[in-house]
């Protein structure tokens, strides 16, 4: 059932993973090649294992369970980011009087429930800025703001449990160091990062961390950014795991690796969870690490197949992906993992209780729906659904709903 369905504005077209993967949002569809010969560090390969096919038991109808809520867009504005935080959906738009053209430089808040509406969390005081990534745990909210203008800036806030911002980094300026904005993960009361600044031989890759109540940066991890970077960082509880890209001097054979460092520990290592050398974009769940893995000769932001890691067992296995083949940016809540799926007429998300694919919805081609960048923290899902019927207005909409959650089976 979907409530408060409203026509919309219009609403900026996404850059996966903000300015730094823009040319990387909607890649196609790869070509299968066989995956370079690596060192094994875990105790069993995905490259040696089939890919699982969908059951008759995998196709759940999920839909038909969700209460689905929409935002109405023409409270909202120009959404240019969103995510889900556990407890509320938050965004970036461009909605308050004097946002510069084509800009998004507000932070709102929606806590779902009868009386929903947003809520003002940031607004910036540079209008002619957007913020670029967006992400949170309940009340603790992160994001990334940079100029419209095209300088090499950006700036990472943080806001914890409705208390005054809190600028946690920022780029050091100069030519040779990246403007690729971060990537962030939070799991209160910490918030973990990667970024590149300056070092004392040469521009260097970092993973950062901050806690409360002080929230004072301290570096984990760095690289020289000249022979490898730090990225896509994931907190559950004291596991981190992020990924590491070392790049060939072809870039056809770079080598992408997943580690889980566990904080709080004195003395920890990180360790190498997969064996592919294809894995990025890990997330962290109560019992494993979930990754996905680009084909060889593909950019770490495209297109690929997911696996799990195991954590009690070591094991690494494929996971289906149906009704998709290939999927992009996952997410993993308290039972679910969301990802954005190269089919955008198909929705569907993988179910960690059932060890199963689980169908939302599926449309036809007809009205030209399409469902795009889903996200999932704790139970609540977020998503942009965007539906244009021939001859008719575009209608878009941020839509959410709770999924159940690990005991509703029980």
């Known amino acids: 059932m979907i409530r408060g369905a409203v026509r919309a504005a219009s609403v900026v077209v996404f850059c996966a993973g903000g300015v730094a993967a823009c040319s990387a949002a909607t890649p196609p569809p790869p070509t299968p090649t066989s995956p370079p010969s690596v ?3 875990a105790a069993v390969s995905p490259a040696e294992r089939p890919m699982p096919s969908p059951q008759t038991g995998e196709r759940d109808a999920l839909g038909a369970e969700l209460d689905v809520a929409e935002i109405d867009l023409g409270l ?14 938050v ?5 308050p009087e004097g946002a510069g053209e084509g800009a998004a430089p507000d932070v709102f808040r929606l806590v779902p429930g009868p009386s929903a509406g947003p809520e003002l ?11 670029v990534r967006v992400g949170g745990d309940l009340d603790t909210i992160a994001f990334v703001d940079v100029p419209l203008s095209g300088e090499r800036a950006w700036d990472l806030w943080l806001v914890a449990d409705r208390a005054a911002p809190v600028r946690l980094d920022t780029h050091p300026g100069g030519e040779d160091v990246s403007s690729l904005v971060p990537s962030l993960s939070v799991f209160e009361p910490r918030i973990t990062w990667t970024a590149f600044d300056r070092g004392p031989t040469g521009p260097v890759s970092q993973l950062l961390v901050a806690e409360a109540p002080g929230w004072e940066p301290r570096v984990l991890l760095e690289r020289p950014a000249a022979e490898a970077e730090l990225w896509l960082p994931s907190l559950h509880g004291n596991i981190l795991v992020y990924s ?5 001097d072809d870039r056809s ?7 889980l460092l566990e904080l709080g520990v004195g003395g920890a290592e990180p360790r190498r969870l997969d064996t592919s050398g294809r894995a990025t974009m890990a997330v962290a ?15 770490m932001f495209n297109w690929g197949r997911m696996f799990e890691y195991d954590l009690a067992t070591s094991t690494i296995s494929p996971i289906s992906t149906w009704p998709q083949e290939y999927v992009n940016y996952p997410s993993a809540g308290s039972r679910f993992v969301a990802w954005w799926g190269a089919d955008a007429f198909s929705f569907g998300v993988y179910d960690l209780v059932r060890d199963r694919a689980r169908l939302i919805e599926r449309h036809s081609s007809e009205p030209q729906a399409n469902v795009l960048r889903p996200h999932v923290s704790g139970d609540l899902l977020v998503w942009m659904h965007v539906e244009t019927p021939p001859g008719t207005t575009s209608h878009r909409a941020l839509r959410y709903a709770y999924l159940p959650n690990a005991g509703a089976d029980r």
């Open 39 to 41: 060192t094994p560090s």
């Open 76 to 89: 909202t504005g120009e959404v240019l980011e969103f995510a889900s935080t556990g407890g509320s959906v």
């Open 91 to 95: 965004y970036s738009s461009g909605l």
């Open 121 to 131: 969390v940031w607004r910036n005081p540079s209008r002619d800025h957007s913020v």
């Open 244 to 248: 590491e890209i070392r790049y060939s």
């Open 253 to 259: 054979t770079d080598e992408r690796t997943v580690h």
């Open 285 to 299: 769940s109560a019992d494993s690490v979930l990754w996905k893995e680009a084909d060889l000769g593909f950019n």
